[in-house]
């Protein structure tokens, strides 16, 4: 069944990477500029798979490469014929709306409207103090910009104000897109950010980094609650991509997750090939964060059927996404395959596998789905 059918429900399926700092064969550490044009080159790979969507995320620190998504999207547009671009996140907190729109506008115009926009608070502080603002303004900063972009989106004349940036009269913002701007909300486990998509009707991107899937379909319900009690549309069939729902209708919501993982020939290599990396990963953040060390046995839990670590073979992670598909009723699932220090080597053979293998099969394992209970 194919994305239009009506009968077969569709599923984007993408990758993400925050262009994570990365260590050679020899374990010498990489420049960012190597790592960078690491990530163009994986991107490239995913588009010839088949891969429907590549993100690329935003940080201000040493251990991940890409401070500009945007800037090497553009890159990776001028590569590639097919494959969706966004951001994965764009932390608008800490930025400008009129300019993340027209930064993401000008993505879209040069990759023939395949530009995302995914907005969220970010879950790192770094870019607070390196751009000027203050954490204690961290709700409001959000709150605001997103309430301006949500106005930006109607690609209209701007009449805006609030109060951490100046206001807006009757303001034309430039360049314009072809067919709307794809934006997506990012949250990652509060139920006032779920409300905050719904309040603009935006699709959700649930970022799902530990615990059980299921455990996050109160928040795809209460989703769908809002959106009714602010009367906004309901999802879309899994067939309306947004360039299938036309101008009107290009951000009309849906729902995605976002998690990390790993795929390898075998369970065991692809949990050997990632534990290290993950391990060290892990450790500096959790140090950071007041948590205490991270263990094999952790790992292993969070690799397991219930766990939100999507690794293994390709049968495995293609049965553990088609599981959350179902149970989420998403219409995207985005695996972030770069982990910490993991070579280019090791993510380019998961990408090959990805899209060879582990997209095939959970469109298959889907079909059969539907097919079983006539959804």
Not at 29 to 38: G, K, P, S
Not at 312 to 336: C, E, N, W, Y
């Amino acid at each position: 069944m194919d994305r239009t059918s009506g009968q077969t429900p569709f599923v984007e399926l993408g990758l993400d990477t925050f262009g994570d700092v990365t260590v050679d064969a020899d374990g010498r550490r990489l420049t960012d500029a190597e790592v960078i044009r690491n990530v163009v080159e994986e991107a490239v790979l995913a588009d010839r798979l088949g891969v429907d969507f590549i993100g690329v995320g935003e940080h201000h620190r040493d251990d991940f490469a890409v401070s500009s998504p945007e800037t090497v999207l553009a890159a990776i547009a001028g590569r590639t014929e097919r494959i969706r671009l966004g951001s994965a996140v764009t932390v608008l907190s800490s930025d400008d709306p009129v300019r993340v729109f027209q930064r993401f506008a000008t993505l879209d115009a040069v990759s023939n409207g395949r530009a995302e926009v995914i907005l969220g608070r970010g879950s790192f502080i770094e870019s607070f103090p390196l751009f000027g603002y203050q954490l204690d303004q961290y709700e409001e900063l959000f709150e605001e910009k997103l309430d301006l972009f949500s106005v930006l989106l109607a690609e209209q004349p701007v009449t805006w104000s609030g109060e951490t940036r100046a206001g807006l009269r009757n303001q034309q913002v430039y360049p314009r897109t072809a067919g709307g701007l794809t934006t997506w909300v990012g949250v990652g486990g509060s139920p006032q950010s779920v409300v905050r998509a719904a309040k603009y009707g935006l699709p959700l991107m649930i970022a799902i980094i530990g615990g059980e899937s299921v455990r996050f379909a109160p928040f795809v319900d209460l989703y769908q609650r809002a959106l009714t009690q602010f009367e906004h549309p309901q999802l879309p069939s899994h067939g309306d991509t947004p360039r299938t729902l036309g101008v009107s209708q290009a951000c009309r919501p849906r729902v995605g997750v976002h998690s990390p993982g790993h795929v390898a020939a075998t369970d065991e290599q692809a949990k050997d090939e990632l534990w290290p990396h993950w391990q060290r990963m892990r450790n500096k953040i959790g140090s950071e964060r007041g948590w205490g060390p991270t263990t094999r046995a952790e790992f292993e839990h969070m690799a397991s059927p219930d766990g939100a670590l999507y690794v293994g073979s390709p049968d495995t992670v293609a049965r553990k996404i088609a599981a959350t598909v179902q149970t989420l009723q998403l219409s995207r699932f985005d695996m972030k395959y770069s982990a910490g220090t993991m070579p280019h080597e090791a993510m380019m053979s998961s990408i090959e596998l990805y899209g060879g293998e582990v997209i095939p099969k959970v469109r298959e394992l889907l079909a059969t789905e539907a097919a079983t209970t006539g959804a």
